[in-house]
């Protein structure tokens, strides 16, 4: 099963590991720096997320854990400004593969990983160390974001801008 918890999380090797692999995966994609906190900044609390991924015969393809921003935390104008990000409607994707269809041209399909993560932020937000994870040497330094995390009101507009800068 799926725990809720992260206490219930690091009982089990499997989960324990994936939470580290996430964890490795957010330092190594530099998305944060650990600062030390100041009573004025607004801290924006994070939880874990597990997720059991499944082969279609059913059987474990691997224990999923990711680090997921509280963005209800989050003040307009202190931590964020601008959420909007366009979306595309399925009357406009229908359009364009009847085109491509007609024309025999070819259709390719784009999939990143972890989109959200890729997304720098212009504003200032500071994150409480994720649990279980705290750094030994600063315990008592927060996060402060470079990056977009899942959950951030921000995300998928800071996500969107880095999309747009690299096609065009």
């Known amino acids: 099963t799926e725990p809720t918890t992260v206490s219930q999380a690091i009982k089990h090797p499997a989960w324990l590991q994936a939470m580290k692999d996430?964890?490795?995966?957010?330092?190594?994609?530099?998305?944060?720096?650990?600062?030390?906190?100041?009573?004025?900044?607004?801290?924006?609390?994070?939880?874990?997320?597990?997720?059991?991924?499944?082969?279609?015969?059913?059987?474990?393809?691997?224990?999923?854990?990711?680090?997921?921003?509280?963005?209800?935390?989050?003040?307009?104008?202190?931590?964020?400004?601008?959420?909007?990000?366009?979306?595309?409607?399925?009357?406009?994707?229908?359009?364009?593969?009847?085109?491509?269809?007609?024309?025999?041209?070819?259709?390719?399909?784009?999939?990143?990983?972890?989109?959200?993560?890729n997304g720098h932020l212009t504003e200032e937000v500071y994150m409480a160390q994720p649990k279980g994870m705290r750094d030994p040497a600063f315990p008592d330094h927060v996060c402060r974001l470079r990056k977009a995390l899942y959950g951030l009101k921000q995300a998928p507009r800071a996500w969107y801008q880095e999309l747009r800068g690299f096609l065009v």
Do not use: M
Request: proline letters at 7%.
């Open 22 to 117: 996430e964890y490795q995966a957010l330092l190594h994609n530099h998305t944060w720096d650990l600062v030390p906190p100041n009573p004025h900044q607004n801290l924006v609390g994070n939880k874990w997320v597990f997720c059991i991924k499944r082969h279609p015969d059913g059987s474990v393809e691997r224990f999923k854990a990711r680090l997921v921003a509280k963005g209800f935390h989050q003040r307009p104008g202190v931590d964020f400004h601008e959420t909007f990000s366009p979306v595309v409607n399925p009357v406009t994707v229908r359009t364009v593969i009847s085109i491509a269809l007609h024309n025999h041209w070819g259709i390719r399909q784009l999939d990143v990983n972890n989109a959200f993560l």
